[in-house]
């Protein structure tokens, strides 16, 4: 059983575009993250969300971590080629172990 | 600092075979956990290690198992291997256990089963 579903699953877009990457469960987490992921590499840790509602910008990206903390977004403004990559939203609850949301692969072509 | 090393980066074993994999943590970090990343399944949770200690295991079958050191460095074996255990095997390390704390990835082992 997958908890956390991320929408839309594959997305190519001309450089410049906005776009928006979701991530929902039917579970509450203490907190999220999100990764993104390069090809022949691992994750590499974006941003945490740890309050409901809360809104954190890193540069032309902006995560938002839904109200009742069981979803967030990600959006882009502008994207570059160098945004290209796998962004995978991953739950956090207390100590246990992390979840990973199935991913969006995004392709920005110049 | 140094990241965290994965060794080797590419595998290629058949069928009934067994492979280690091994994971060097980042310098003063005392978890390690190991991920199965898939197209079909994404990233699958395999196990964590603390202190020399299984503290967390995902829902693996007992081909799949590790250990860690007590210099935190990190083994994972699978035996008989079969088709469906070709995939990206990601170690992550972390200075605290549990999941509040930050995951450092490593570049990962890619296993070819044929």
């Known amino acids: 059983t997958q908890l956390l579903e991320q929408s839309p699953q594959f997305l190519s877009i001309q450089e410049g575009e906005n776009l928006t990457v979701y991530c929902n469960s039917s579970?509450?987490?203490?907190?999220l993250q999100w990764y993104r992921q390069e090809p022949g590499e691992g994750p590499v840790l974006l941003v945490t969300?740890?309050?409901?509602?809360e809104v954190k910008k890193l540069k032309r990206l902006t995560f938002q971590f839904g109200d009742a903390r069981k979803d967030s977004s990600l959006h882009i403004t502008a994207a570059q080629p160098g945004d290209t990559g796998l962004y995978l939203c991953?739950?956090?609850?207390?100590?246990?172990?992390?979840?990973f949301g199935t991913g969006t692969k995004l392709q920005v072509i110049p | 600092k140094a990241g965290v090393t994965q060794t080797p980066r590419y595998l290629i074993k058949t069928r009934g075979q067994q492979v280690t994999l091994s994971c060097s943590p980042i310098?003063?970090?005392?978890?390690v956990s190991w991920y199965q990343q898939t197209p079909g399944q994404g990233l699958q949770f395999l196990f964590e290690?603390?202190?020399?200690?299984?503290?967390n295991k995902g829902n693996f079958p007992g081909r799949f198992s590790g250990r860690q050191f007590s210099n935190s460095r990190s083994e994972m074996n699978v035996s008989t291997l079969e088709l469906g255990d070709s995939a990206l095997y990601l170690c992550?390390?972390?200075?605290?256990?549990?999941?509040?704390?930050?995951?450092?990835f490593g570049s990962g082992t890619q296993l070819s089963v044929l």
């Open positions: 579970s509450v987490f203490s907190s």
């Open positions: 290690y603390f202190s020399e200690t299984q503290r």
């Open positions: 991953a739950g956090v609850r207390g100590y246990q172990k992390v979840t």
């Open positions: 310098s003063g970090h005392r978890s």
């Open positions: 992550a390390s972390s200075r605290g256990e549990g999941g509040n704390e930050k995951l450092f």
């Open positions: 969300v740890v309050t409901g509602g």
